[in-house]
T-cell receptor, first 111, second 114 residues
Framework: DAKTTQPPSMDCAEGRAANLPCNHSTISGNEYVYWYRQIHSQGPQYIIHGLKNNETNEMASLIITEDRKSSTLILPHATLRDTAVYYCIVRNGGSNYKLTFGKGTLLTVNP | DTAVSQTPKYLVTQMGNDKSIKCEQNLGHDTMYWYKQDSKKFLKIMFSYNNKELIINETVPNRFSPKSPDKAHLNLHINSLELGDSAVYFC?????????????FGDGTRLSIL
C-alpha cells in the first residue's frame, strides 16, 4: 500500500471547518483513499473514501488533487465530538482485504 | 441497533489461560476481520474471513484461532495467553473483499493479562 503522511496534530475552533491534509505521493492508479477516525475508547469509524473524484457525504467532504498525490478531509462545521484521531489510508487493490493504519492526525476541537 | 458487536468489552485474565472473544455483525456482510491495537495505538490486521473461509492470517501465532460458524459471526479463541497479548482487539466487517467496500468496526475488547 502507498505510504501516507499526515500532521501529528491539529487544532480547530468549534463551528469552523476542519481541513485535514494527507500526502500520498506514491499512490497508484487503482488505489483508493480512505478516511477513518477513532474517538477515544471507541472503534475506528468509517468516514469517506474516493478514487479520483471529490466525494461528499453526511459526515465530510473528500477533496483529491488532480494528480492524486494528496487529499484533504473537510469537516464543514466541527463540533467537540469530532475530537479524534483521523487516519488517511491508501488501499491497494492487490491486498484489498485489509486496511493499513498509520499514526493519523489528532484533531482537537476547542470551544 | 449495533452493527458490529463484540463481547466481552473488557477481559482481565491470568497468563496461561485460554479465552474467547465473540463478534457478531447484523449488516448482512460477507467478510469479517480481526484487528489488534497495541499499547502504542497501532492497528494491525490479524485475520480476514470471507463467506466463512479464512482468507488471510497475518503472521499471527498459532495460539490465536479464529472460528466463523456462519457469515454473521467471527469468534477469536486465544490459547495460553501471554503478557504481550494485552491489547484492544477489534472486529470489523465489510460487504465483501472489494477495494471500494468500507470496513465497519466494533467498539473493541480490551484484554489485560495479569
Amino acid at each position: 500500500d502507498a505510504k501516507t503522511t499526515q500532521p501529528p496534530s491539529m487544532d480547530c475552533a468549534e463551528g469552523r471547518a476542519a481541513n485535514l491534509p494527507c500526502n500520498h505521493s506514491t499512490i497508484s492508479g487503482n488505489e483508493y483513499v480512505y478516511w477513518y477516525r477513532q474517538i477515544h475508547s471507541q472503534g475506528p469509524q468509517y468516514i469517506i473514501h474516493g478514487l479520483k473524484n471529490n466525494e461528499t457525504n453526511e459526515m465530510a467532504s473528500l477533496i483529491i488533487t488532480e494528480d492524486r498525490k494528496s487529499s484533504t478531509l473537510i469537516l464543514p462545521h466541527a463540533t467537540l465530538r469530532d475530537t479524534a484521531v483521523y487516519y488517511c489510508i491508501v488501499r491497494n487493490g492487490g491486498s484489498n482485504y485489509k486496511l493499513t493504519f498509520g499514526k493519523g492526525t489528532l484533531l482537537t476541537v476547542n470551544p | 441497533d449495533t452493527a458490529v458487536s463484540q463481547t466481552p468489552k473488557y477481559l482481565v485474565t491470568q497468563m496461561g489461560n485460554d479465552k474467547s472473544i465473540k463478534c457478531e455483525q447484523n449488516l448482512g456482510h460477507d467478510t469479517m476481520y480481526w484487528y489488534k491495537q497495541d499499547s502504542k495505538k497501532f492497528l494491525k490486521i490479524m485475520f480476514s474471513y470471507n463467506n466463512k473461509e479464512l482468507i488471510i492470517n497475518e503472521t499471527v501465532p498459532n495460539r490465536f484461532s479464529p472460528k466463523s460458524p456462519d457469515k454473521a459471526h467471527l469468534n477469536l479463541h486465544i490459547n495460553s495467553l501471554e503478557l504481550g497479548d494485552s491489547a484492544v482487539y477489534f472486529c470489523a466487517s465489510s460487504q465483501d473483499l472489494g477495494i471500494s467496500q468500507p470496513q465497519h468496526f466494533g467498539d473493541g475488547t480490551r484484554l489485560s493479562i495479569l
